[in-house]
């Protein structure tokens, strides 16, 4: 008569492990899925930072490609002034050859802090969008695995089972007719 008592323990245990195995399962399916849609949502953040940053980096050049061309029409207008004083003083020579010189000069200088300003702001924009990407690729959650733990159970029932054989078989106690002192 134990017997079934027991199987009826085992299957038990296998029945709840089964019933708690299945809640794990979807659990797990609902955690993967949340962070499924974080990783999309996190991506299409970062891709549209990238279409914004990428439009900095246009605005950006083309400011660069405008303040060139006003520095050198600047620097044409001064040497155009100079030439055009030294006509009308009837000047010639190093000395006016030395002031376009000195103007030529300012031109190239102005024209390289404006190309290594813009790219020093490419080079910022550009990490800014490799920080936009590293945060959506490496940002979230890892996904998790299911694993059954449906051998726990098993090996639990059995325990259990075990257990309550033993009390039945050996009855344990303090009375007579215990197995451990001989009926005594």
Known sequence: MVW???????????????????????????????????????????????LQIDNEKKLLRQQATKSIDLARREADRQAGAVNASAAAAAVKGATVDAVAQVVEHDLQEREYEIKHQSQ?????????????????????????????????????GVLNAASTYAGQYFKFGSGTGNVATGGK
Do not use: F
Request: overall charge positive; glycine content about 8%.
């Open 4 to 50: 079934p008592m027991l199987a009826v323990m085992v299957g038990s245990s296998l029945m709840q492990g089964a019933m708690a195995d299945r809640q794990n399962k979807k659990d797990v399916k609902a955690h993967n899925k949340e962070v499924r849609r974080q990783d999309r949502l996190r991506e299409h953040e970062a891709a549209v930072a990238q």
């Open 120 to 156: 020093q702001g490419l080079e910022d924009l550009d990490a800014q969008i490799k920080s936009h990407w590293s945060y959506a690729k490496n940002g979230g959650q890892q996904p998790a695995k299911y694993k059954s733990q449906m051998g726990q159970y098993l090996a639990q």
